[in-house]
């Protein structure tokens, strides 16, 4: 796809990746033996010198569930005594599940602090926030709705009922179908905070459906769909859609000016345990960062020229 291609240039001309220093928010992730161990296919060893052994069960957000997916395989090919499960079902499930102690890791496209602030703040305080990419969310549309480009007011009155056929903005002469992610998604409540601006009831005849998969799958064969994705979903059975004219392209949303995209957060409950903290020192290896994360359409957090706190708001670095 287009936007691998052009990040992937951009890596070799820029060598912007000194993935070892990837920052998170709540604690410095730092390269240690282990993880370099992980990264030649070679056994990471424990404290006491003997090989990994152990399970971890991560659940949450299914943005980032391609990522911690293919990199939790090679991870498990290199060490053989540990086992990983990843499940998705959303920021929200991730985040409280962690929180209670369910799962060891939760993944989420959104800050605990903002996701988890009307549940149990007590609760989100006491998770650790391990940042391994960012995430970018474009508008799509199925291919024969017959438009490019969707401005910020456009799609509020799309995802608000106020347009409701797409010849009202150009398109072809035929009904709008909404394809949403349930409230406990990272992935709407992205696109709802940097591309609508607010949050949106679910309208009577929407479709929800629970993981971005089924989305893509749904917007691609219903007529007049249209819904929202990361950009490590996006194919050529979807229209991707311009956002007030600016493409979501990984060189956009690195400078800034694409502004519908978030951090991709690993949260544990308290520190991890040694088995947990390798498999997330392994994420934000070169093999990792430098591999799976361009391959699958993410960004490595570094890469970023802007940042974003917990309020939305951007700054340049």
Same mark, same amino acid.
């Given at each position: ?111 605990? !602090? ?48 106020k347009i409701t056929n797409w010849s ?40 929800? !459906? ?18 929202y994705l990361a950009l490590s979903y ?22 800034? !000016? ?28 070169? !093999? ?30």
């Amino acid at each position: 796809m287009q936007f691998r291609k052009s990040w992937i240039m951009a890596l070799a001309l820029t060598s912007v990746v000194a993935l070892s220093a990837c920052g998170n928010s709540n604690n410095a992730a730092t390269n240690n033996g282990g993880n370099n161990a992980a990264a030649t296919n070679t056994p990471t060893e424990n404290s006491s010198g003997a090989e990994l052994n152990g399970s971890i069960l991560a659940s949450g957000s299914t943005a980032l569930q391609p990522l911690v997916e293919q990199a939790a395989e090679s991870f498990m090919d290199a060490n053989s005594g540990v086992d990983i499960q990843v499940q998705g079902g959303g920021s929200g499930t991730g985040l409280t599940q962690v929180a209670e102690g369910q799962v060891d890791i939760g993944n989420s496209d959104v800050f605990a !602090e903002d996701k988890l602030k009307d549940a149990d703040a007590e609760k989100a305080a006491a998770l650790v926030d391990h940042q391994v990419a960012v995430v970018a969310i474009a508008a799509v549309t199925n291919p024969n709705a017959g438009v490019d480009n969707l401005t910020q007011q456009q799609l509020v009155d799309i995802f608000t009922g106020k347009i409701t056929n797409w010849s009202e903005v150009g398109g072809a002469d035929q009904a709008i179908q909404i394809i949403n992610r349930p409230s406990s998604s990272g992935t709407r409540a992205t696109f709802e905070a940097f591309a609508l601006g607010t949050k949106t009831e679910d309208l009577q005849g929407s479709i929800q !459906e629970d993981s971005s998969g089924t989305v893509k799958k749904m917007i691609g064969e219903t007529p007049g769909a249209i819904g929202y994705l990361a950009l490590s979903y996006l194919d050529d059975t979807v229209k991707t859609l311009n956002y007030d004219g600016v493409v979501p392209s990984v060189d956009n949303v690195v400078s800034g !000016e694409y502004p519908v995209w978030a951090y991709e957060h690993m949260y544990t409950n308290g520190e991890p345990n040694e088995v947990v903290k390798a498999f997330l020192d392994y994420m934000l290896t070169d !093999e990792v960062q430098n591999g799976d994360v361009v391959e699958l359409g993410y960004i490595p957090a570094n890469a970023m020229q802007v940042s974003r706190d917990v309020d939305g708001n951007v700054t340049k670095k």
